[in-house]
């Protein structure tokens, strides 16, 4: 079955840094676009980065550019989150998302999420 599985979240102090990692399975990996999201507490899940299937095209929220940096590696069906200066803003859970549109279909999938908090 599909799984996406986060894993790397944890407890920071401000301007520190974090890696997260998706690992995925039960599906082609290689064929699907991957994102990060995040939500905090209070507010709505929102995108932060995302990464074509190729790698060629990379987008990012503009809270967290020239901070975070999204990446992929299809051989080992794994993507990552690597967060650096980070800030309290940052603080939420953050979700790893697989997406495939292939009409008609429209295949997205989600991991259970990491909590990341950043507190001194």
């Given at each position: 079955?599909?799984q996406?599985v ?5 407890l ?11 690992a995925?399975s039960?599906f ?5 676009a991957?994102?990060?999201y995040?939500q905090a507490?209070?507010k709505?899940r929102e995108?932060?980065a995302?990464?074509?299937s ?5 987008n990012?929220a503009?809270?967290?550019?020239g901070r975070?940096?999204?990446?992929r590696?299809?051989a080992?069906?794994t993507a990552?989150l690597?967060?650096n200066?980070l800030?309290?803003?940052?603080t939420?859970?953050y979700?790893?998302?697989?997406r ?8 997205n999938y989600?991991g259970?999420?990491?909590q990341?908090t950043?507190?001194s």
């Amino acid at each position: 079955q599909v799984q996406l599985v986060e894993s790397g979240g944890g407890l920071v102090q401000p301007g520190g840094s974090l890696i997260l990692s998706c690992a995925a399975s039960g599906f082609t990996f290689s064929s699907y676009a991957m994102s990060w999201y995040r939500q905090a507490p209070g507010k709505e899940r929102e995108l932060v980065a995302r990464i074509t299937s190729a790698g060629d095209i990379i987008n990012y929220a503009d809270s967290v550019k020239g901070r975070f940096t999204i990446s992929r590696d299809n051989a080992k069906n794994t993507a990552y989150l690597q967060m650096n200066s980070l800030k309290p803003e940052d603080t939420a859970v953050y979700y790893c998302n697989a997406r495939r549109v292939r009409l008609p279909m429209n295949y997205n999938y989600w991991g259970q999420g990491t909590q990341v908090t950043v507190s001194s």
